[in-house]
């Protein structure tokens, strides 16, 4: 230990994030990489998931929904006997079909950090800034950013492109998505 170590006071040694000595921690893996923060420097050198992973993911991903979609609210709807073929932005079909989408996206990146697709292909969306996720983060990533990137859907190419292989509601939101299995190895190497 130094001796800057020696003259901190109990209270100073509880407030330590686990930064200050990884080696120290005696807490199971999972809480372990759910308390770890991982500042921007910390989140470049992890493997950063690239366009094609993502975009894999993302099909997964309207898969879900879309079975979600067929399983779910189109037999509600057959069963109230409401038109299904109305296609205007504000049916209620298609304002249901929008909260499914949204929510579906919003819901698993803040308690879960990753959609079914990303867990699939080992991904998990991180903040650069922040040690977890919090919920303007996701909402505006996930809803806002999501909906400009579909809007213009050129702009999910982006990812290609980026240094830090982000998408145009990733910089927005400072998020990247990384490869799981990467953080928790490295992590645990570092112990």
């Not at 330590?16 to 989140?43: F, G, M, T, V």
């Not at 898969?63 to 299904?84: E, H």
């Not at 922040?130 to 999501?146: P, Q």
């Not at 400072?174 to 190497?189: N, P």
Request: no cysteine; charged share 25%; net charge negative.
């Amino acid at each position: 230990m130094s001796e800057f170590d020696h003259n901190r006071t109990d209270e100073e040694t509880e407030t330590l994030s686990i930064k200050d000595d990884p080696s120290s921690i005696s807490e199971p893996k999972d809480q372990y990489l759910e308390r770890a923060a991982i500042p921007e420097e910390a989140a470049r050198s992890f493997a950063t998931a690239g366009f094609w992973m993502r975009f894999w993911a993302y099909l997964l991903d309207l898969i879900v929904i879309g079975s979600i979609d067929r399983l779910l609210i189109k037999p509600v709807f057959r069963l109230l006997d409401f038109q299904l073929h109305d296609t205007s932005m504000f049916a209620p079909i298609s304002i249901l079909f929008a909260i499914v989408f949204y929510g579906y996206f919003v819901l698993m990146t803040k308690y879960f950090g990753a959609t079914i697709g990303k867990m699939v292909f080992g991904l998990r969306v991180i903040s650069v800034k922040r040690d977890r996720l919090t919920w303007g983060t996701v909402l505006f990533r996930e809803w806002i950013g999501r909906y400009i990137s579909a809007t213009v859907a050129i702009l999910y190419i982006l990812v290609a492109f980026m240094p830090k292989k982000q998408g145009l509601h990733d910089v927005f939101a400072d998020t990247t998505v990384i490869h799981e299995r990467r953080l928790e190895t490295e992590s645990f190497s570092n112990l």
